[in-house]
């Protein structure tokens, strides 16, 4: 029996139109289940809509409907959008494979599902009631924190009131040491691996019980037993990853939620991607609410919590009260205006910016740029000139590479030819297996610029295509540029489908082959092309763009799609955005803003001559080399950056003032200096156990990052 993966991506809330940054979770888990699906396994791939709690039920009575008749017409919208970026969607309970499924949690089989999860808790004594006190808006008619402490509503600026309820609350301190222990068993459980740093600290730093009922609000699942209350929204939506997969239906679930939903190494995966801003809800409260309700079952537990980074745009995350929002559809329809495959250059474009986990930063320019060099100028031209040369020179017949072999086999049929050829499959697939998908794409443009550019530059063959008696040569290099066609066209299907499928028809092969998402990505074999077979139309599959004439079309676009969506640009924003619940309470975070806290940089020195130190108390200074493995911006922080430095012996999260001087991305991998053995200390609520060392240059203070000459390891102290 085929493995089994399942891959889901949260569930989005449906009172906002998708941006491209909410896409991008489901644009990644479509590359990833089209990968597996190619690699041999069962794939089910889930996302849907995250319908219940006060902020729907809010934008419903704005919009003067009924919260259910509101979410009903809002999820079309996510459906549509799937479609219209090349992902077939089925809603649940439909459940043919190769779709994505779409669970809905106001569907009937969900209120089963989260009930049924909370009964199991309930009967293993993880569930108790008491008094719950916390910050309540009575104008917004909304909870603001789960803190006595004072705050003001962070929506209308009202003082909120301290309320009291009695509600249900899930026993999650009694999961300290059992999650502890998960994270230690399963030292993969949480990628990338430092933020399964993060999660563990946050741990270990204690969990308090949490309530996980509502009194007050109305729009939400029943809670068994008590008429009275509503289950809170995330132990409501994380449920759902469990309904889409069938387990309200029967006793035990659907066989479809038997097959699917069980971690069994070898057998099945289950994978959770999510963003980083919703970590801990996935790796601390959903591995706790399963083990509450299948104590001792750790097959039940998902095998995989991925959090990537977020997608900037203008130096912010998107949100549409801020104006910066880019939505996909005009991109893509910008796009194939030009004959250009929008959708497949929108996918390249988000996996390719950044290593998969962190933060990238969106562009139109960046966009066009990456097109043409890596599409139009990449993979587009490899098989376009290719293919005409076979039409031109071989009558449209994949030719020969025979003869080649005979006289120089070094280019194809040698050992080392063939291991160099097999080791850039091997790569590519081993990065995808990693979800490592910029490198992914690196690879390939990797391998078409070597059969390409590079390949063809040194044989020349189109130098030899008068001369019968070198015929051979011209033969036998179009056959092995063919094949890097072929092969990059197997590679990229995930991220590129619609282009590469029009490549395989170009390479005539489907008849004896078969369709190009049948082939295997683990099992690609060099030399598949049959010799003598026609070839189908060459045409351009990726024309190259003029810059200023895309930009143009993507503005206008852009702009039409604004007007008919009225959305407000940035200069014109004048709201101000609700707050996501913070991930350490269940309430919506509610800290006023403080002023930005940046690192001192290193005063300008005084006119006076500085007093001296000794040198032991220079001693005192424990600096050390590191490495940055992560880099992200801190949001509403406009200098500062959060970066994750291997010192050897740990890694360590470090806050530098920065941000407007260094992208995040182009940080990871630099080797830097840093003062170890400072107090730590929280900047922005963001926990800083260090300082990086820079040079501060000019009035500015511009900070320039010291590094080395020449490798060091890791850790290595500086005298
Ligand atoms: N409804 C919750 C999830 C419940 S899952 C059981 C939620 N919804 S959301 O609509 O706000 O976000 C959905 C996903 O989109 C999250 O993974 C979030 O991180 C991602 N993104 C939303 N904006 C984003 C960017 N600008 N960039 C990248 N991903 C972002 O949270």
Redesign the pocket.
């Known amino acids: 029996m085929k493995p089994t993966f399942f891959l889901t ?6 009172n ?1 139109r ?5 896409a ?2 489901t644009i990644v888990c479509d590359v990833l289940a089209r990968y597996k699906r190619m690699c041999g396994y069962d794939v089910a791939f889930l996302t849907g ?2 319908e219940h709690g006060e902020k729907l039920e809010r934008a419903a009575a704005a919009a003067g409907q009924s919260p259910h008749d509101f979410v009903a017409e809002k999820r079309k919208l996510f459906v549509a959008l799937w479609e219209k970026l090349g992902i077939p969607v089925q809603i649940y309970p439909e459940s043919d494979k190769d779709f994505l499924r779409f669970i809905y949690t106001d569907h009937p089989d969900h209120v089963r599902s989260v009930q049924r999860l909370l009964i199991r808790a309930r009967e293993n004594g993880y569930i108790d009631s008491h008094r719950y006190e916390g910050r309540y808006c009575v104008f917004d008619e909304r909870y603001v924190s789960d803190s006595t402490d004072p705050v003001n509503c962070d929506i209308c600026g009202r003082p909120a009131e301290l309320i009291s309820e009695d509600n249900y609350f899930f026993k999650l301190s009694a999961f300290e040491q059992h999650l502890l222990d998960l994270y230690e068993r399963r030292p993969d459980f949480v990628q990338p691996d430092y933020r399964m740093n993060e999660v563990k600290s946050f741990v270990k730093s204690g969990l308090r019980d949490i309530s996980v009922s509502r009194s007050r609000l109305k729009w939400g699942i029943p809670w068994p037993g008590d008429p009275n209350q509503v289950f809170y ?2 132990y409501d ?2 449920t ?2 469990m309904t889409g997969i069938g387990y309200a239906q029967g006793e035990n679930g659907s066989p479809q939620f038997q097959r699917y939903w069980r971690n069994q190494p070898g057998e099945s995966e289950l994978v959770h ?6 970590l801990r ?2 790796a601390i409260y ?1 591995p706790a609410f399963i083990m509450a309700a299948y104590p001792g079952q750790p097959e039940m537990l998902p095998t995989t919590i991925f959090a ?6 203008k130096q912010d ?3 549409k009260s801020k104006g910066n929002v880019v939505y996909p559809e005009p991109i893509v329809e910008a796009l194939d205006s030009f004959g250009a495959p929008g959708n497949d250059a929108l996918r390249y474009y988000l996996l390719r910016e950044a290593p998969f986990g962190q ?1 990238t930063s969106f562009s139109y320019d960046g966009l066009i740029q990456r097109y043409n060099s890596d599409l139009a100028n990449g993979l587009g031209n490899l098989a376009s000139r290719t293919l005409a040369m076979v039409v031109r020179n071989c009558d449209g017949i994949v030719p020969n590479v025979a003869e080649l072999n005979k006289k120089v086999p070094g280019l194809w049929e040698a050992p080392e030819a063939q291991a160099g050829r097999e080791r850039f499959v091997r790569d590519i697939a081993l990065a995808y297996e990693k979800f490592e998908l910029s490198i992914v794409t690196e690879r390939i443009a990797g391998l078409v610029a070597h059969y390409g550019d590079e390949f063809m530059a040194a044989h020349k063959p189109w130098e030899h295509t008068k001369d019968p008696n070198q015929k051979w040569l011209v033969d036998g290099v179009l056959y092995i540029a063919l094949e890097a066609v072929r092969a990059a066209a197997v590679l990229a299907h995930p991220i590129l489908p619609a282009a590469t499928r029009r490549i395989w028809a170009q390479l005539g092969c489907a008849e004896y082959l078969g369709r190009i998402d049948e082939q295997r990505i683990d099992e690609l074999k060099w030399g598949a092309l049959r010799p003598g077979t026609r070839i189908g139309n060459p045409e351009p599959i990726f024309p190259r763009l003029d810059k200023a004439a895309a930009l143009a079309r993507l503005e206008e676009y852009a702009e039409a799609d604004r007007s008919r969506n009225n959305v407000k640009e940035a200069a014109k924003s004048v709201e101000t955005e609700p707050t ?1 619940p913070s991930e350490t309470s269940n309430a919506p975070a509610s800290q006023p803003a403080k002023a930005e806290a940046v690192p001192a940089a290193p005063a300008q020195a005084p006119s006076a001559e500085p007093a001296k130190i000794s040198i032991e108390d220079f001693a005192k200074v424990e600096m050390r080399s590191g490495e940055i493995k992560a880099a992200e911006r801190i949001p509403g922080a406009t200098k500062l950056l959060k970066l994750q430095v291997d010192i050897g012996t740990e890694i360590r999260q470090v806050c530098a003032g920065i941000a407007e001087y260094y992208e995040p991305g182009k940080l990871i991998g630099m080797k830097v200096v840093i003062v170890a053995n400072l107090q730590p200390r929280k900047m922005r609520g963001v926990e800083s156990n260090g300082m990086i060392v820079a040079a501060s240059i000019g009035d500015q203070g511009r900070p320039v990052l010291v590094t080395f000459g020449e490798d060091v390891p890791n850790g290595a102290r500086l005298k």
């Open positions: 991506t949260p569930i989005y809330y449906p906002a998708p941006h491209v940054g909410s991008y979770t809509t995250d929204v995330w939506a994380l759902s990853y991607m999510l963003g980083k801003d919703i809800f996935h959903w990537h980074g977020w997608i900037y745009y995350k998107m949100s933060d996501k």
